[in-house]
């Protein structure tokens, strides 16, 4: 058939191949084609075959870019999931739910991660941010989240965590950045050790209600700096949890503080249960999607009787 004569879409006066001009571009020769009909008095001299030449090769460039900024995000995902954690450990003393939303607005891949392990001291939780979006900083990202595990399984401190991640970043991705928070949640005391890399501070909603956030910090990982010791703290059963990244919170032309001002309050009315309060602080706070989100919530429980 010749080209353009299959094409069901075409207006009546288009019907009669004599009546019109048909021009195919395609930018690879395994991808659909761009097909461009017009009216064959729409094109009388060659100034006008040329144009619409270009116009439909052009239109074939521009849709192929579409599809492989499409194919490179897909790629980009599943590469980026693939280094996140599959599953997150079961224990009666606490529940535990993570959100993770990739930037929108890029193919890059992103460093935000989340971590959660069951060790004999208790249960390690960790949020953290590699500086950039490439697949450099998804490969840093990969080599700390795993690292973390580690140390943590070795039944190392929080702050000793942060201080060992430091020197393998010194060692093996010398000018890379990390911001981490490490928390072990000691179940025998209801404690909390927090140590915080220069990440956004956790927070936590009481059973009241009230919030609280554990503003003390160290530096970024990768700048050689010491720690300070984890900060301690008591919580009651029913306490939630939050460790989030800086793509919930952050907005373009608005304060931090301003910003985790919001967060507290909205986090002071979500519902006890950790997935339904993952899921009420998106809706929340609507993410516009210029970064990756990593989110993760953790109730504290009572212990149950036997």
Known sequence: QPPGTDLP?????LKDPARRRTVIGRAKAERPPVVIVTSADAVT?????QLLTQLTQASALALEALRSYSEEHALALTLQRSFLPESLPATPRADLAVRYLPASE???I????YEAISTPAGLVVAVGDVAGHSLDAAMVMGQVRHALRAYAAEGHPPQVILSCLDHLLASVEPGA?????????????????????????????????????????????GLGLAHPPARRITVVPGSLLLLVTDGLVERRHEDLQHSLATLAAVAAGVPADPEEACGLLLERLLPDGSDDVALMAVRLNAVRPD
């Open 110 to 113: 992103g460093g935000d991660f």
């Open 45 to 49: 001299t060659p100034d006008d075959e």
């Open 9 to 13: 879409c075409l207006p009546p006066e």
């Open 177 to 221: 950045t990390v911001t981490l928070c490490v928390v072990l949640i000691e179940f025998g005391s209801d404690t909390l050790h927090v140590a915080n890399a220069g990440h956004l501070p956790p927070l936590i909603r009481h059973p009241d209600g009230t919030t609280s956030y554990v503003h003390e910090h160290g530096p970024l990982l």
């Open 106 to 108: 890029r193919t890059e």
